[in-house]
């Protein structure tokens, strides 16, 4: 018998993957095929609209291979973009919109039941002072309404999942998915470390400096942050597979896929592998095991990691001079004032130390001189503030700083935490702390509450992947960066689904 589940098990996660890989193909096949017809701009948004109904029609089918697939296009925006265009990040946004409205009428018989009222006030909390600063700031509207698109389409995929039936079998198909997915892309990584010339000739994409005495590796993203972000995610999943099943094999492809972090040379990302171990170790610690339980599954966990950090000692210690020396410049390192060059910026691609600080400190004193609300939508550390280069850069003495120059203020947009605090101010912060709180309880407390080892470390690993978010959003914008986002909340959403309902069910069975 059990044999018999162990095959359907297998059988009906392949029939998931092959699903998938149809639904993806679909859309990438409407996408190049109306890109090739080289529409004016005015009509390109036929590409999105085509991909998008593609998404909906698969969702009204099979309504999780749907939202992974978007997830997954997501994931590979900049790359898709270079070869078929621009056009093609809307798809989120219309696919996102489409799928939530049919979502929402679908959910709404049951809307006692998935309301959970910490979560829903602090969204409310959020969009209302955002709504409030942006009246108040009087900012133009051909500004703030797509800034609050922006802003709004992650937390709306996430509802959407929320309202979405989720099963387990669903659940355990989509991880092999996102785990082959991953395979592919490590795989791409190591072999562009090994032959870094013949694969640049083969995806022309673009070269970043090293950042110690290995080439900086991105496989097929057009960043290496991205690289290091998707793979770290993948490995803090196996983590928690090994943590719940204690099969090798899952510890073995966890190493593996640290090493992508490290390959990467992005600060974040490693840091983030270590911050989400010690977050599922917290956990195991709060169940109060015995010491000889917590040493059979940790230590092993713990010397891996310590190995790789012993291997990779030479690049951890290029990491820690250059953050030193670019965060905590000594006298002999500040270089000498000279006047601003048109264009002129870090040629490493890598984001300005001064300009990420900079928008920390520029959003305290925004907050303060507008309490309790914020400059408005779209008018500080945010998307639409770079397209509509706005004057709080020059009122706070900002736009003289590399990467916030109206020439180019790519920068801008590399933190997440200064956009909401001087762009919703201090009540939006408040909001959105308390929501990612929410988040966070909830995940906490899910973790254990299954008696499926598969299910344990699912939850385990969402809870793992969030405070990597975490940890990113300190440096990047995180819960607003496509790419990141959509993969990410599409795993918290599953976790939201599956609690609501099977509380429901345990409460209408009493």
């Known amino acids: 018998m059990t044999r018999l589940v162990r095959l359907t098990t297998a059988d009906t996660a392949t029939g998931f993957a092959g699903r998938t890989i149809v639904i993806a193909a679909a859309v990438l096949i409407a996408v190049v095929v109306v890109a090739a017809f080289d529409l004016p701009r005015p009509f390109s948004l036929l590409v999105a609209i085509s991909a998008g109904t593609i998404l909906l029609v698969a969702y009204l089918w099979r309504p999780i291979e749907a939202l992974l697939v978007l997830a997954l296009v997501v994931l590979f925006y900049d790359t898709l973009s270079r070869d078929i265009g621009g056009s093609v990040k809307q798809l989120d946004e219309v696919a996102t919109a489409l799928i939530v409205l049919v979502a929402f009428v679908r959910s709404v018989p049951r809307i006692r039941a998935w309301l959970w009222w910490p979560r829903e006030i602090a969204v409310a909390m959020v969009f209302v002072a955002a709504l409030g600063s942006t009246v108040a700031a009087n900012v133009p509207l051909a500004v703030w309404v797509p800034e609050l698109m922006l802003v709004g389409k992650p937390i709306a995929f996430l509802y959407a999942v929320i309202w979405t039936p989720v099963r387990r079998w669903e659940i355990a198909a989509a991880m092999r998915v996102v785990l082959g997915v991953g395979a592919v892309v490590m795989a791409l990584g190591i072999i562009e470390l090994v032959f870094p010339a013949a694969f640049q000739r083969v995806f022309e994409l673009p070269i970043f400096p090293p950042r110690g005495p290995l080439p900086t590796v991105k496989a097929v993203f057009v960043h290496p942050a991205l690289f290091g972000w998707f793979t770290a995610f993948v490995a803090l999943f196996l983590f928690a597979m090994y943590v719940e099943t204690r099969r090798r094999r899952w510890l073995a492809l966890a190493f593996l896929f640290s090493l992508g972090p490290m390959l990467s040379a992005r600060r974040k990302a490693i840091a983030s592998i270590f911050i989400g171990v010690c977050a599922a170790f917290a956990h195991a610690l709060s169940f109060r095991p015995s010491r000889a339980d917590l040493a059979r599954t940790w230590a092993p966990v713990g010397i891996g990691l310590a190995v790789i950090i012993l291997a990779f000692i030479p690049l951890l210690g290029s990491l820690y001079s250059r953050t030193m020396d670019r965060y905590i410049p000594t006298s002999s390192s500040v270089p000498v004032p000279r006047a601003p060059v048109v264009g002129d910026e870090p040629d490493d691609n890598d984001p300005s130390p001064q300009a990420r600080v900079a928008l920390y400190e520029g959003a305290v004193k925004i907050a303060l001189d507008k309490l309790p609300l914020g400059a408005g939508l779209g008018r500080y550390a945010s998307w639409m503030s770079r397209v509509d280069y706005s004057p709080l850069y020059e009122e706070y003495g900002?736009?003289?700083?590399?990467?916030?120059?109206?020439?180019?203020?790519?920068?801008?947009?590399?933190?997440?935490?200064?956009?909401?605090?001087?762009?919703?101010?201090?009540?939006?912060?408040?909001?959105?702390?308390?929501?990612?709180?929410?988040?966070?309880?909830?995940?906490?407390?899910?973790?254990?509450?299954?008696?499926?080892?598969?299910?344990?470390?699912?939850?385990?690993?969402?809870?793992?992947?969030?405070?990597?978010?975490?940890?990113?959003?300190?440096?990047?914008?995180?819960?607003?960066?496509?790419?990141?986002?959509y993969l990410l909340f599409l795993a918290v959403g599953a976790v939201a689904s599956m609690q609501w309902r099977r509380t429901s069910e345990t409460s209408g069975s009493r």
Not at 445 to 455: F, K, N, P
């Open 398 to 485: 900002l736009s003289t700083i590399p990467g916030l120059r109206p020439t180019n203020s790519r920068y801008a947009t590399d933190t997440f935490w200064p956009q909401i605090l001087g762009e919703f101010g201090i009540i939006g912060l408040i909001g959105y702390v308390g929501f990612l709180a929410s988040v966070a309880w909830m995940l906490w407390t899910a973790a254990r509450q299954d008696d499926s080892a598969l299910m344990r470390a699912f939850w385990l690993g969402t809870g793992m992947v969030f405070a990597q978010a975490i940890t990113e959003s300190f440096a990047n914008a995180m819960f607003h960066s496509p790419p990141r986002v």
